[in-house]
């Protein structure tokens, strides 16, 4: 009686495992490929950009080297520290390390995109209202402006502003030259800015009633620059 062997034409399900990826066949690398290919690996079909496509202003604000002293020598590293906005109300920031300039910028601007918040505009060019923050000891100070004034800021917090689309504010810095504190504290006064918009509907009222409140505006004045705010 002959024996049919295992490798032949006839073999079962799983029979041949060296053979092509087919319905019966075993994990040859053609089927293992397909699958991989329908899933979707880095850079497939699954994979997106974190932009979206959106035009957005990179700002790199600081780079430090720091070294590490093992048995060969020297190890060097590096540690970015990215700004990223839309110039429409959207900005973020993030830092990445990395033993390259290059992939230390990258790692920091990835980051930088995932966390981006959005901050309301009045007129899209100003702060709605003053702020402060602080984080450690870096304090900071934000006031709207009227327009022509420009960006009056120093350091990391005008890269914060021209990412976010401000042309005209003035800030203060004080208690530190930090560049991750400053950043920290200003996105923290940033995070603290409200529209009217959103103020009068969690008080239930009409816009032209909060702006009317100000002594230096008309009931006709205010139904204005109510009609004026979208944000």
Known sequence: MAVEPRNGPGAGPGGNRNGPGGPGGGRGRGGGDRD????GGRGGPQAGGIDGGEELVEKLVHINRVS?????GKRFGFAALVVVGDGKGRVGFGHGKAREVPEAIAKAT????????RVPLRDGRTLHHDGRGHFGAG???VRSATQGTGIIAGGPMRAVFESLGVA??????VGTNNPYNMIRATFAALGEQTSPKSVAQRRGKK????????GDLSARTAEVDAEAIVA
């Open 68 to 72: 590490k002293t093992v048995k060969g």
């Open 139 to 141: 304090k900071v100070y």
């Open 36 to 39: 991989r290919n329908q899933r």
């Open 207 to 214: 816009i032209a009633d909060l702006l009317s409140r100000r």
């Open 168 to 173: 005209d504010v003035v800030t203060k810095s």
């Open 110 to 117: 990835a980051a930088a995109k995932k966390a981006m918040i």
